[in-house]
């Protein structure tokens, strides 16, 4: 009897590791299709694909410290009432025009700087935010110290 208990809790692990890898990613993917196309993109290219776009996504996450829930709509991964599409919050704006400045900035270094593109520095979002949401900018260096006067002259 422990056998065949044993045997059947291995088909059971066996078949549900099988469909779990069969299983489509999640983050918007229809079933049997590609991924769902993206909506309100109004600085990335409006047909960038999905993949490209949570990468994307992933390296603003890492660069100001904060989640998804930051700039958009969501509860969790999967839940229905997440929109990430939504201009609800006041962050995404924000968002869009840092992007817009970076790219501003990155296309006039370029521009102005005559060296290969390999060797100009380009601006992202680490640059500043280092992992904050709010920029910490540093306070100024204290004021040189005075050099000691000189002994008087005898």
């Known amino acids: 009897m422990c056998r065949s208990v044993v045997s059947a ?3 059971v692990v066996i078949t549900a ?3 779990a890898a069969q299983a489509p990613a999640a983050g918007g993917q229809r079933a049997g299709g590609p991924p769902a196309p993206m ?3 109004q600085v990335l290219p409006k047909d960038m694909p999905q993949p490209e776009v949570v990468a994307i996504m992933r390296t603003f996450n890492a660069a100001l410290g904060v989640q998804c829930g930051h700039c958009h709509i969501w509860t969790k991964p999967g839940d229905p009432s997440n929109d990430m599409a939504a201009d ?3 962050e995404k704006t924000v968002a869009r025009v840092m992007m817009q ?3 501003d900035i990155n296309t006039r270094l370029a521009a ?3 060296k290969p593109a390999a060797q100009i520095a380009k601006v992202e979002c680490a640059t500043c935010h280092r ?3 709010i920029p910490v900018t540093p306070p100024p260096p204290p004021p ?3 050099a000691p006067a000189a002994p008087p002259a005898k």
């Open 17 to 19: 590791s099988l469909a």
């Open 101 to 103: 400045m970076t790219g």
């Open 144 to 146: 040189p110290v005075a």
């Open 39 to 41: 909506k309100n993109l």
């Open 9 to 11: 809790l291995g088909i």
């Open 131 to 133: 992992g904050e949401a």
């Open 112 to 114: 102005n700087i005559k």
């Open 88 to 90: 609800t919050k006041p």
